[in-house]
């Protein structure tokens, strides 16, 4: 018998909080995709609540060189090691596949997401989705790509919702995890390696897809890990230079919040390479796999530009990158996302095999 999803059993009030959210997603004027509360110019950024160590130095000497220890370039040296997924409640059940909730470990932190499993034996494709910005404080388990969820698994694909570290039932995360997204990438790194785990997956077919923030979050995992993934997506990314990030968000909005890091960090102009070590596009000659992007011309939130950049710096690269226009489709992608979704699962098909 199947059994209700968990949202149906919220309070009113708080569903229609989280319907809002899910529609307008990263859009609210006050926060960037993804970020993080305002902080007083006094109050110190706190440090991950837990970090990995870092593997040895690459012996090979063919790893860009580190120029902050917060960077994509460090944690390309991690020593990335698989976790099994632990299955919890059954969530739903259709007759095409059944949605778990589930945990998995990224390092010492614990993940928590949804997982669908299609109906049969497989093996079937896998592919790790990557939410954009929603607030921790109202956000529940497998928010955010719940249309994405359902017709990957009904196309097919043995899928899972990453929630992030610091959401739902995940171990908190640092300030730094959050403002620098370097968490959130171990996070999605960690979740494709669990994944291919399951005896019902095909390791050798396996996928990735990031929306707003989680478009970012996915850009930094394919530099981070190449050879992680056969193929990825994006739908109405940030910004491939964080930069762009900061100065479009958290510069008019949050201020406290950027003289924070100023202080932390170094400002733009004195430490260069630290941003440019948490800018994807730093590294795009590392991405070794298809890239398929989808944004909309009047996206009031991330703008169309960034993604017409971020394509011209992938194809400059030399990776196998399209982006898709959408005339007049705003951030939430609603009149064309059908279009869209088939034309998804076809680049899915035809690059996994």
């Keep these: 018998m199947s059994r209700a999803p968990a949202w149906l059993g919220l309070p009113l009030a708080l569903l229609l909080v ?13 926060r960037e995709p993804g970020s993080l509360p305002v902080l007083s ?22 790893l860009p ?21 632990r299955y919890g409640d059954v969530i739903e059940q259709t007759d095409t596949y059944t949605r778990f909730e589930v945990t998995y470990r990224s390092g010492p932190v ?27 404080a109202i956000y529940v388990t497998g928010q955010g790509l719940a249309r994405e969820q359902v017709w990957l698994a009904e196309a097919g694909f043995a899928v899972l919702h990453t929630d992030y570290r610091g959401h739902a039932g995940s171990d908190p995360a640092g ?13 999605a790194v960690n979740a494709v390696l669990a994944l291919e785990r399951e005896p019902y997956v095909d390791a050798g077919r396996m996928a990735m897809l990031g929306r707003s923030m989680g478009g970012g979050v996915t850009l930094n995992a ?33 201020p406290e919040a950027v003289q924070a890091m100023y202080a932390e960090f170094g400002t733009p102009r004195e430490e260069p390479g630290f941003y440019r070590g948490l800018s994807s ?10 890239v398929l992007m989808h944004h909309g011309t009047d996206d009031e939130s991330c703008p169309f ?10 194809l400059r690269a030399g990776v196998d990158a399209r982006l898709d226009v959408y005339p007049g489709e705003r951030h939430s992608f609603v009149p064309q996302w059908q279009e869209s979704i088939e034309r998804t699962v076809r680049f899915l098909r035809r690059r996994l095999g």
């Design 110 to 136: 614990t993940v928590s997401g949804v997982l669908l499993r299609p109906r049969g034996r497989g093996p079937f494709p896998g592919i790790v989705l990557n939410h954009g910005y929603i607030d921790p």
């Design 18 to 30: 989280v319907t809002l959210a899910a529609c307008s997603d990263e859009r609210d004027p006050g």
């Design 41 to 62: 110019p006094s109050a110190p950024v706190s440090a991950p609540s837990s970090a990995p160590t870092p593997a040895p130095p690459d012996p090979t000497g063919s």
């Design 222 to 254: 394919l530099v981070v890990h190449p050879g992680l993934v056969e193929a990825a997506v994006t739908y109405a990314s940030v910004s491939s230079s964080y930069l762009d990030n900061l100065r479009h968000f958290t510069v008019p909005n949050r």
């Design 65 to 85: 060189p580190v120029t902050h220890r917060r960077s994509l370039a460090a944690l390309m040296r991690e020593d990335w090691r698989a976790s099994r997924i």
């Design 175 to 187: 300030d730094l995890e959050r403002e620098t997204r370097l968490g959130y990438t171990r996070d």
């Design 305 to 314: 530009p960034w993604a017409r950049e971020t394509e011209r710096l992938l």
């Design 281 to 290: 596009r730093t590294y795009f000659d590392r991405i070794d796999v298809p």
